[in-house]
Each structure stands twice: as structure tokens, then as C-alpha cells.
């Protein structure tokens, strides 16, 4: 089955600077690579999402970049805000049949103001 | 409301006693997954639903476990003789079925003592 590592596990930036989370997968087969951000007693909500026919993506100050010959993909948030404080989770799956996502264990992200 | 909704959203009971959680998905959407995050960890996979036919359980989930989907809507998570161990965040997502976006519920909370 599908295994996804996360790094780092804690991420502390200065509010304004940049971050960046990392994530490596297992299954050549995964074509669809989701990002959730998840506050504190919340639901995971989804804030970007890739798939493999798309190197990179950007969405306003997020953008998430894929890999797949190195079977990684990151997370890259710029100008980083205190409302950007979260548990950030990669996550991978694909489209044969069941879509269930495999997480990675998480990324807590505390922007210092 | 036309987000995922789960019934209770916390849960507390003594060991050896029977539960069920309840989810109402995003009208429309055909597919039904739920998953289990414990503290500091990503949502683990438990089964998933196209429609009213439950078609994958991990291994996760012990012959304790069962899950209903009777009418392609809602979906039903039961435990019976619950342990400690299954103290956990139970989440629930729907999705589409063809854009592989996944929309977590808010959760249910399950306390074992």
C-alpha cells in the first residue's frame, strides 16, 4: 500500500517569511496529491491539491510542486501570516477505484509575530 | 448547511459498551469514506462507500467495526464492545467521484473509559 512521510514535523517562521513542508510517497500509481490545513479541534479543510499530470500550482500565496520521478512534493507558503498557525497535512491517493487518501503524520506550522 | 455533517460530535462511553456515529454527506455526492485520527497523527482509512455498496475496509478495522450505507446518503459507523484503544477522532468525507476532493465532516470524538 501507499506510505506518505512528512517533514518536518514542527515549523516555527517569522510572520511575513516563507515555509515550506515536504512530502515523499511510495505508490507510483498515486496521481492526486491534496493539501488540508487543520486548526485546532476542526475538520481538515482542503487549501490546494495537485495532480500528476502538473508539475506546479499556485494559488494566491500558496503553491504546492510535484515530482514524480523522485516520487516528492512540497508545500510552499509565502508571507506567512499568524492565521497561517495550523497542523498541515500531505496527503496522496489515486483514481483506480477506491480514492481513499494516505496522510502523511503532519506538519505543526506556528508563525511568530 | 451543505457542508459534512456528523451526529454526536463527541461521544463518551465506558468500556464494553456499544456506539454509533452518524454522517451526512454533501448532497449528491456518491462516495462516502470514513477515517480515524488519533492525537497527533493524519486520518487513518477505516472503509468506504460508492453509493449504498461499501467496497474496501482497511485492516484497520476490527470485525467490531461495522459501517452502513443504506440509501446512498447518510452512512452509519458502528463499534460494538468498545476498548480504550478506540478512543479517537472518527471523520467522515464525501466526494464527488470524479475530482477526487475529499470533504471532511467535523468529526466525532470517542472517549472510551
Known amino acids: 500500500g501507499e506510505n506518505v512521510e512528512q517533514h518536518p514535523s514542527t515549523l516555527s517562521v517569522q510572520e511575513g517569511d516563507s515555509a515550506v513542508i515536504k512530502c515523499t510517497y511510495s505508490?507510483?500509481?498515486?496521481?492526486?496529491f491534496p493539501w488540508y490545513k487543520q486548526e485546532l479541534g476542526k475538520r481538515p479543510q482542503l487549501i490546494i491539491d495537485?495532480?500528476?499530470?502538473?508539475g506546479e500550482k499556485k494559488d494566491q500565496r500558496i503553491a504546492v510542486t510535484l515530482n514524480k520521478t523522485a516520487k516528492h512534493f512540497s508545500l510552499h507558503i509565502t508571507e506567512t501570516q499568524p492565521e497561517d498557525s495550523a497542523v498541515y497535512f500531505c496527503?496522496?491517493?489515486?483514481?483506480?477505484?477506491?480514492?481513499?487518501?494516505?496522510f502523511g503524520t503532519g506538519t505543526r506550522l506556528t508563525i511568530i509575530p | 448547511d451543505t457542508g459534512v455533517s456528523q451526529d454526536p460530535r463527541h461521544k463518551i462511553t465506558k468500556r464494553g459498551q456499544n456506539v454509533t456515529f452518524r454522517c451526512d454527506p454533501i448532497?449528491?455526492?456518491?462516495?462516502l469514506y470514513w477515517y480515524r485520527q488519533t492525537l497527533g497523527q493524519g486520518p487513518e482509512f477505516l472503509t468506504y462507500?460508492?453509493?449504498?455498496?461499501?467496497?474496501?475496509k482497511s485492516r484497520l478495522l476490527s470485525d467490531r467495526f461495522s459501517a452502513e450505507r443504506p440509501k446512498g446518503s447518510f452512512s452509519t459507523l458502528e463499534i460494538q464492545r468498545t476498548e480504550q484503544g478506540d478512543s479517537a477522532m472518527y471523520l467522515c468525507?464525501?466526494?464527488?467521484?470524479?475530482?477526487?476532493?475529499?470533504?471532511f465532516g467535523p468529526g466525532t470524538r470517542l472517549t472510551v473509559l
Open positions: 496527503a496522496a491517493s489515486s483514481d483506480f477505484g477506491n480514492e481513499k487518501l494516505t
Open positions: 505508490d507510483s500509481a498515486s496521481n492526486y
Open positions: 495537485i495532480r500528476s499530470n502538473v
Open positions: 448532497s449528491e455526492h456518491n462516495r
Open positions: 462507500f460508492q453509493n449504498e455498496a461499501q467496497l474496501e
Open positions: 468525507a464525501s466526494e464527488l467521484g470524479i475530482y477526487n476532493e475529499q470533504f
